[in-house]
């Protein structure tokens, strides 16, 4: 197995006939997945996803893929493949559009269909737009692309087999094996098969659940728990779940007509992706079930049900406002019943315990996936990767969609399944790994960085700028403005000193003052006269004292200035 190394530096010319793979996310973490593939000076791009920050990248909206590898080569961009609808895989799309508006998008129906009201909403009007299905093949440039039925937790995903003349690549995008979905789309294990005795030369294969062992549970298995909960709950039942879990929503939909109770769907993108998955046919309304969110508030409480977003504890969605009761026309009442019915990321942990704990305050019963059976996972577990392995039988195996962790476990499955180790091979985002005469191996690493979304700025926060909002937040802030002698450079008024986060109380500094003015007076006998410097020294004796007294580390902003 070859690691990726911190030395690497950046990869060799391409060999003719060679195919070069470049992962610019997603892999050493889940989100924003986008991968460059080259062949013969064109690209072929796969998903363009965003990444939602945690709690150590403050006021960050999102976090998008790393453009720059192929920013000056956007012309060479022959396509860009999507397997499915989730914003791991779509979401950094309008941003990608926006630098080359008419990149031909490929993707399922509904993949597109969920793409295009985001593209709407980013006023990007001049796309072009490729529908595919399974069992379809289409070329763009050199490379001739073959779609093959995945299952996963939202409908018409796809995996995409990409052949050029270097070899045939499987990428499975996100899968499951569930064999008894509810629209009945199995993965296609016997394409995977097919393709498989053609020879697959590089398996890109989805790691997110390698670590876990046996199969993932069928979605199905919910039924009866969600059963359960609808026949116990005396009052309003609030289901919130993935606002592109199409199946999910389809089962609390059937368990609320099974009971006689009517459904709502609150939150903004609950509302707009259930109505695309109604229209194309993927959702299934029985007649006269749906009312306005705002109706059931006259209606009795056991005779009504609403699928909400912000099962990630997201603060300003639908549930985090339920919870704080500061939703604008759903107020919880006591003996209320609110399921989770979704996957706990890596990284939400608080905040979703956080909303638990505030529906819980209220009185309200919460279900959720420690608790009981409301959720199953998207992903294939190591047991369905072992059956992929030795179906496909791969020459080389490359793991994405995961952290380190879960890309090294699925790494292990592939040799154990008799992948040669040295054609196992890991990479993290930015690490070139190049097919070259049957041999996949990393040929080196290229710059990719996280590219931060905060408001309408792209790119212009950096990673210092969080660093000091990190600092900000955690330690506070002290300003400390003196004004010197632009002749004598002696101080001649101040320090004037003001905190935030930190002592309000200003006699907290009277000890500090003084000893402010003896550096400056002694630093400029010294021979330092540039204002700068003379900033440095306050910095240093403020920082010392504070550190010393207080055991803090506030950001300190010293402003000498001349008169
Ligand atoms: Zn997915
Ligand atoms: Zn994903």
Redesign the pocket.
Known sequence: MSHPHPELSAPPALPKGGLRVVPLG?LGE??R?MTVFEYDGRLLIVDC?VLFPEENHPGVDLILPDFDYIRDRLDQVEALVLT?G?E??IGAVPYLLREREDIPLVGSNLTLALLGSKLREHRLRNTVKAIVAEGERISFGPFDLEFVAVNHSIPDALAVAIRTDAGMVLHT??FKMDQLPLDGRITDLRAFARLGEEGVDLFLT?S?NAEVPGFTTTEKDIAPVLDGVFRTSKQRIIVACFASHVHRVQQVMDAAAAHGRKVAYVGRSMVRNMGIARDMGYLTVPPDLLVDAKALADMPPEKVVLISTGSQGEPMSALSRIAQRSHHFVHLEEGDTVVLASSLIPGNENAVYRVINGLARWGAHVVHKGNALVHVSGHASAGELLYCYNIVKPRNVLPV?GEIRHMLANAALARATGVPADRVVIAEDGVVVDLVDGKASVTGKVDCGYVFVDGSSVGDITESDLKDRRILGDEGFISVIVVVDSQTGRVVSGPEIHARGFAEDDATFASITGPIVEAINRAVTEGTTDTYQLQQVVRRVVGRWVSGTHRRRPMIVPVVLEA
């Open positions: 997603g889940v989100g997945n996803g499915h989730h791991d895989h995008g996100d989805d997110t969609h």
